[in-house]
């Protein structure tokens, strides 16, 4: 286990050597990122060997030995995590120097189309503002609505009222008069449906809109 152990860790140094070689314009990146990347495998595939070890370690010396196991897969995550990192930041730096050689190359004619999308956030601004805007006359439609339900609700009660007199004054039966009475409670019903339904879209305009 102790050479094994040792081995691991000088895979480990060799990695932090490779990392300050990294820094360097003469050296080749991606061959170091592939070697760094080999040790790291490496270092992975001991580290588990060594966990499987550490049942063969007297108990007396065994949170010792695993104490230094545990030190050793801290340092891999670490450089594992510091690989990624630099990784992504070539990629993002490649990425850039691309757009930039396309947009320095690019030719442009008399009669050619010269708008370039430089600004992504304004084009999410604009996105959102028609959003906005969308949501906004959805919402005075349903405004419009509702206003047109409060109206035919009160035309409604004026006319149940001219009914009531005219049938108080014609004499209509109970029966006759239970059948109105019946035809405003569901028209009542009706319009508060709509209400719900209207606000339902609303909702989900701006749930899926905007949110």
């Given at each position: 286990?102790e050479?094994?152990?040792?081995?691991?860790?000088?895979?480990?140094?060799?990695?932090?050597?490779?990392?300050?070689?990294?820094?360097?314009?003469?050296?080749?990146?991606?061959?170091?990122?592939?070697?760094?990347?080999?040790?790291?495998?490496?270092?992975n595939?001991?580290c588990?060997?060594?966990?499987?070890?550490?049942?063969?370690?007297?108990?007396?010396?065994?949170?010792?030995?695993?104490?230094?196991?545990?030190?050793?897969?801290?340092?891999m995550?670490?450089?594992?995590a510091?690989?990624?990192?630099?990784q992504?930041k070539?990629?993002?730096?490649e990425?850039?120097?691309?757009?930039?050689?396309?947009?320095?190359n690019?030719?442009?004619?008399?009669n050619?189309?010269?708008?370039?999308?430089?600004?992504?956030?304004?084009?999410?601004?604009?996105?959102?503002?028609?959003?906005?805007?969308?949501?906004?006359?959805?919402?005075?439609?349903?405004?419009?609505?509702?206003?047109?339900?409060r109206?035919?609700?009160?035309?409604?009660?004026?006319?149940?009222?001219?009914?009531?007199?005219?049938?108080?004054?014609?004499?209509?039966?109970?029966?006759?008069?239970?059948?109105?009475?019946?035809?405003?409670?569901e028209?009542?019903?009706?319009?508060?449906?709509?209400?719900?339904v209207?606000?339902?879209?609303?909702?989900?305009?701006?749930?899926?809109?905007?949110?």
């Open positions: 286990m050479a094994l152990y040792f081995q691991t860790n000088n895979l480990i140094q060799q990695v932090q050597q490779c990392f300050q070689h990294l820094n360097s314009v003469r050296v080749d990146s991606v061959s170091v990122e592939a070697d760094i990347q080999t040790k790291l495998t490496a270092v595939a001991n588990d060997r060594l966990d499987v070890l550490l049942y063969k370690v007297p108990v007396a010396q065994r949170p010792s030995a695993k104490m230094r196991v545990d030190q050793l897969k801290y340092d995550r670490h450089l594992q510091a690989l990624k990192l630099y992504e070539r990629a993002r730096r990425l850039e120097f691309a757009e930039r050689e396309s947009l320095l690019k030719r442009f004619t008399a050619s189309d010269t708008s370039i999308d430089i600004d992504y956030s304004l084009q999410h601004n604009n996105a959102m503002h028609n959003a906005h805007q969308g949501v906004d006359e959805m919402i005075w439609t349903g405004s419009s609505i509702l206003d047109g339900l109206n035919q609700r009160e035309t409604l009660k004026g006319a149940r009222r001219r009914i009531m007199d005219i049938g108080s004054t014609l004499g209509l039966s109970n029966q006759t008069m239970k059948m109105i009475e019946r035809r405003l409670v028209d009542k019903h009706v319009m508060l449906g709509g209400m719900i209207t606000l339902l879209i609303m909702w989900c305009v701006i749930y899926f809109l905007v949110l």
